[in-house]
């Protein structure tokens, strides 16, 4: 029998904001080099709900409001596939085979690369990949009616209802002002008031730095125009609309601006959008985009500000309020750039973890939503033209790192822009496949964006990225193991099975060991030393390319099993996946990255793709393989020890890495390294740049180390195991709300170290195992009935796991 306890409610209440005593500069200029850092812009608060973004700085007289909107995304669809990529494609593995790097690189850089203009990493405003960009600035000039020394400054964004406030006095009058984007009402709201009445005059003004105008209609301000087609020509539409509304004055135009003067309330209303469709091949919804903004502020205005602020409030915690955290620190009031210098500087306020964890569920809330566009590189927020690495989409661990949260954290709606963006890519991907490969399936390689871009990039080095769909498409069945969405899974089983067909074609047999390989392709950005001397990327049979195809292959024929699927492809994916090349321990112990045991070129490379089957695969284990988990340790150790895991995805990257080994104090040390090296005061991470990337890795990051769900048994349960990874300096803590896989919800409580009571909640009623320090439970549960357990009800087993 299990025996039933209530969790410690003290988790349920919390304090969970960013707090500043002074304003980020709104006038500091932003740097116009994508590849710097804005100092003051990164000291700016955000606010989003996956469409608009904000950046709220704070300033008193001079107010800045940063503009975002996801689909703000210079350039146009293009052709860039190859046909004459096929011609060479068997010369190529017949150099690589035979050790001819030099040439094999040689012939593949002028062959097998994108026609046209990519993503050349710097001019790709200019062309027609494109850049996501900044929408603009709204700018609030405000006239206080008393003059005197600003006092009682304080700014916060509140992670728990999604708002940034803003309060201050001048002599005997205080001011207030709050900011927020709701999702339910597709507007970023705005309030400035204060408690004497007459107190301050206010005026609006929109801009950005090029290709606008400004407009009104009737007294709404309106900022529009076309982006660069990378063409030369006019490519993507906008529109942003300002509406102020004044309960106790009139309100004027002026030129470029509206204002209200002797006012003591004021609400703003502004909204968003682009002509974007994420549909092949047009991308343009061919809608009437301006007056669905019109409308949305028209119907968002006519209601109270507290209703506006209620209906977000609701949305937003509805989302946030599923997952608990707690360390028992103690949280009020604590200035949030002085705790971040102070953990630098060795004093580490346990608070700080708290608010990371959360805040990457926030910044995700914030920039994922149903409908909208993935996060990405930048999230939903850039103050930029011409974003660092075009702000972009990633898929050789970026994008996959956006949404590692999303699950196991109690947010699987926000993954909804991914998947929609993976099936966005299938018909592209088919015409690069065929015209690239003469492959059936579809591919994507290392980089894309919202114009459906599949083919490689302009150099083979980091372009021959050929796993990349098989990586994104394992979140398909993450979400369905954690959600056990059948419908889901129908849904989305042609993109597997399709993504399935590529690799089938594009696998070869090695001539020596007789195992399928996959190539020409790269371990993601990284460089190894051929026998000749030459430094190469590309090469026949990277074992990250092994990994994530098994893991699709895998995954295909478990939803084929799922949904009673047989057919040729599944016959076939079985016979290919038994011989695909195995992972492999090299001379040194480490596990080897490539085919042969090459010399790295870069030891300490920020990269540790060859390491997937331990995250956030599940191939590797201590439980179930020990010694490719030893010489998986002993890969990170060595790339730690030449420099590696000092950028902030990196070292996020780490964290979960350390914490599959069950190292809990190797896994706090990278997440101090992530905090002290990058982290901004605004606790964006960046890498350097700021990419938002290292914010959702530190939330994945912390939920590894208290929960892993990724392992399965000979008998197919799914092995819950808890707190696999507690550091010894979080010696008392709780969490609730995080997820398991079969459906399993999970509450912790632990004391002096140890696990004090555990609840699960079976969403599924999936039997499962529960794993703590060698001891295990099987547990047969009924749908929604929680089961409240001790650990010393827990039974010891045979070799950690029966």
Known sequence: MLTFFFMHENVMSQNLKLIYESPADPLAKDYPWEWRDDKEWLKALPIGNGFLGGMIFGGVHEERIQLSEHSMWSGSPQVSDNPNAILYLDSIRTLLFDGKYAEATQMANKTQIAEGKGSDFGNGAKSQFGSFQKLGDLWLSVDHSVEGEIENYNRELDLSTGIVSVTYSIKDVNYFREYFCSYPDQVMVMRLTSDKPNAFSLKAKLDRPERFHSTFDGNDLIIEGALDNGLGEDGLSYQGRLRIMNTSGNIYNNDTSISTKKTDDVVLIFGA??????????????????????????????????????????????????????????????????????????????????????????????????????????????????????????????????????????????????????????????????????????????????????????????????????????????????????????????????????????????????FYVSGPAVSPENSFIAKDGTIAQISMGPTHDHQVIRRLFKDYL??????????????????????????????????????????????????????????????????????????????????????????????????????????????????????????????????????????????????????????????????????????????????????????????LKWKDGKLEIAELTSKSGLPFKLFYKGKIKIINPNVNEKYKIKSTLLEASKNNIE
């Open 273 to 514: 959008d682009t002509d974007h469709l994420l549909e092949y091949p047009s991308y343009n919804s061919n809608l009437d985009f301006q007056t669905i903004i019109k409308d949305r502020i028209d119907k968002a205005s006519q209601k109270k500000y507290c209703e506006l602020m209620n209906i977000h409030m609701m949305d937003h915690s509805n989302l946030f309020d599923r997952v608990k955290f707690n360390l028992n620190t103690g949280r009020d009031g604590i200035e949030t750039e002085s705790m971040l210098e102070n953990f630098k500087n060795g004093n580490r306020n346990p608070h700080l973890y708290e608010l990371l964890f959360q805040y990457g569920r926030y910044l995700l809330i914030a920039s994922s939503r149903p409908g909208s566009l993935p996060a990405n590189l930048q999230g939903v927020w850039t103050n930029k033209l011409q974003s660092p690495w075009n702000g972009d989409y990633h898929t050789d661990v970026n994008l996959e790192m956006n949404y590692w949260p999303t699950e196991v954290t109690n947010l699987p709606e926000l993954h909804t822009p991914l998947f929609d963006l993976i099936k966005s890519l299938v018909e592209p991907g088919r015409k690069t496949a065929q015209v690239h490969y003469q492959a059936n399936g579809w591919i994507v390689h290392p980089i894309t964006n919202i114009w459906g871009y599949t083919s490689p990039g302009e150099e083979a080095a980091w372009g021959m990225h050929t796993g990349a769909t098989a990586w994104i498409s394992q979140h398909i069945m993450e979400h369905y193991r954690f959600t056990q969405d059948i419908d889901f899974l129908k849904n989305m089983y042609s993109v597997l099975e399709e993504a399935t067909e590529f690799y089938l074609d594009w696998l070869v047999k090695d001539p020596v060991t007789g």
């Open 558 to 747: 478990e939803s084929s099993t799922i949904l009673n699927i047989q057919n040729q492809v599944t016959l076939n994916v079985g016979a290919v996946l038994a011989i695909i090349a195995e992972n492999k321990i090299g001379k040194d112990g480490r596990l080897m990255e490539w085919s042969e045991d090459f010399e790295e070129a870069e030891p300490g490379h920020r990269h540790i793709s060859h390491l997937f089957d331990l995250h956030p695969g599940n191939e590797i284990s201590p439980l179930f393989t020990p010694q490719l988990a030893d010489a998986a340790e002993k890969s990170i150790e060595t790339r730690l020890k030449n420099g590696g895991g000092n950028t902030g995805w990196s070292a996020t990257w780490l964290v979960s890495q350390f914490a599959r080994l069950y190292k809990g104090e190797q896994a706090i040390e990278n997440l101090n390294t992530v905090i002290a090296n990058s982290t901004a005061p605004n606790l964006f991470g960046y890498y350097p740049p700021f990419q938002m990337d290292a914010n959702f890795g530190i939330t994945a990051g912390i939920a590894e180390m208290l929960l892993q769900s990724h392992t399965t048994d000979d008998q197919g349960y799914h092995i819950i195991h808890l707190l696999p990874a507690l550091p010894d300096s979080w010696p008392n803590g709780e969490i609730c709300g995080l997820k398991a896989r079969s459906g399993v919800e999970v509450n």
